[in-house]
T-cell receptor, first 111, second 115 residues
Framework: KNEVEQSPQNLTAQEGEFITINCSYSVGISALHWLQQHPGGGIVSLFM???GKKKHGRLIATINIQEKHSSLHITASHPRDSAVYIC?????????????FGEGTQLTVNP | NAGVTQTPKFQVLKTGQSMTLQCAQD?????MSWYRQDPGMGLRLIHYSVGAGITDQGEVPNGYNVSRSTTEDFPLRLLSAAPSQTSVYFCASSYSSQGGYNEQFFGPGTRLTVL
């Protein structure tokens, strides 16, 4: 099993701030997932990345495979970004049937 | 496409009752899985399936059964409900049997309370 840890657990920001959420994992992998869980409970996939950086709108995800670390950044944060952000990793580099999830980071962006 | 659908959205059971949580997807995904989400814990895998007729246990399988008779459907059965099974249950699917390496599509969740 791949142990996945996220930090911080809770994050409060003012609208417009730059936000960083961190994720570290214990076993080498080839891909990592970032997910967003809305206040209503629905979960959507934001990114799946295996190297470098991916960008979608104001969201940027980076990964350093060697250091077993990934970050999710939100630029110019907005109250609608308030959600739980979850990272998840497969069990290893070659077996990908199962994901281990971090506990999530509760982000609140105040106007 | 409806994506991944789950029914019911809410359910209250008494200890000892049985029930089935339904999950269906219309994306022809091979890989389907059931997770439970509890406060202060990450999503935990209950059971998963890499294709019709093939299922396997996840991290927390006790008290739950699954079957996969078709590609589309993956029901989760609670055999004898216990208060410890109070949780939010999510079904997810992805394209191939390498589920960890494909984008996951989640259902809306079922909030289950066992009294």
């Amino acid at each position: 099993k791949n142990e996945v840890e996220q930090s911080p657990q809770n994050l409060t920001a003012q609208e417009g701030e730059f936000i960083t959420i961190n994720c570290s994992y214990s076993v080498g992998i080839s891909a990592l997932h970032w997910l967003q869980q809305h206040p209503g409970g629905g979960i959507v996939s934001l990114f799946m990345l295996s190297s470098g950086k991916k960008k979608h709108g104001r969201l940027i995800a980076t990964i350093n495979i060697q250091e077993k670390h990934s970050s999710l950044h939100i630029t110019a944060s907005h109250p609608r970004d308030s959600a739980v952000y979850i990272c998840a990793a497969p069990p290893g580099e070659t077996s990908g049937s199962r994901l281990t999830f971090g506990e999530g980071t509760q982000l609140t962006v105040n106007p | 496409n409806a994506g991944v659908t789950q029914t019911p959205k809410f359910q209250v059971l008494k200890t000892g009752q049985s029930m089935t949580l339904q999950c269906a997807q219309d994306m022809n995904h091979e890989y389907m899985s059931w997770y439970r989400q509890d406060p202060g814990m990450g999503l935990r895998l209950i059971h998963y399936s890499v294709g019709a007729g093939i299922t396997d246990q996840g991290e927390v399988p006790n008290g739950y059964n699954v079957s996969r008779s078709t590609t589309e459907d993956f029901p989760l059965r609670l055999l004898s409900a216990a208060p410890s099974q109070t949780s939010v249950y999510f079904c997810a699917s992805s394209y191939s049997s390498q589920g960890g390496y494909n984008e996951q599509f989640f259902g809306p969740g079922t909030r289950l309370t066992v009294l």
